[in-house]
């Protein structure tokens, strides 16, 4: 065997060895507790009025899945009275600690509510998600 084949064997084969061994770039799957999805939604409000938002705005976290190195990537969905509003989510990047890394949001409720954020006021000014007629009469 000459030179220039066993450098190149041994070269192959560093190669190898350090793909074999690079750190995984995905975190292992996490089970979300009832506590660390309480104290999401928590932080989350906290910063509802940085946005113009009411305390009728809530977040509800809908999907938890693995993130890059230890995180995790939380999906919430945006609530306006306790009902979801449609197509509106923060996606939400946590540490292991649930420290928040980094937000996006698709912020389609942005028009409702009070103050400044209600552009909609005639509309939304006694919106209620209670039924209007009795369970019965709604089946009939």
Do not use: C, W
């Amino acid at each position: 065997m000459n030179l220039r084949a066993t450098l190149l064997s041994v070269a192959l084969g560093a190669l190898f060895a350090t793909d074999a061994a690079a750190a995984p770039m995905m975190s292992a799957p996490k089970m979300a507790t009832a506590q660390s999805n309480a104290a999401l939604v928590a932080k989350l409000a906290a910063q509802r009025t940085t946005r113009g938002l009411d305390k009728n705005h809530g977040f509800l976290v809908s999907k938890q899945h693995p993130g890059l190195q230890g995180t995790q990537v939380v999906r919430a969905a945006h609530t306006y009275k306790g009902l979801r509003v449609f197509g509106s989510e923060s996606v939400v990047v946590v540490d292991a600690a649930g420290a928040i890394q980094s937000e996006a949001a698709s912020n389609r409720r942005v028009h409702l509510g009070r103050g400044s954020a209600n552009r909609l006021a005639p509309a939304t000014a006694d919106f209620s998600f209670k039924p209007s007629i009795p369970a019965k009469a709604a089946i009939d």
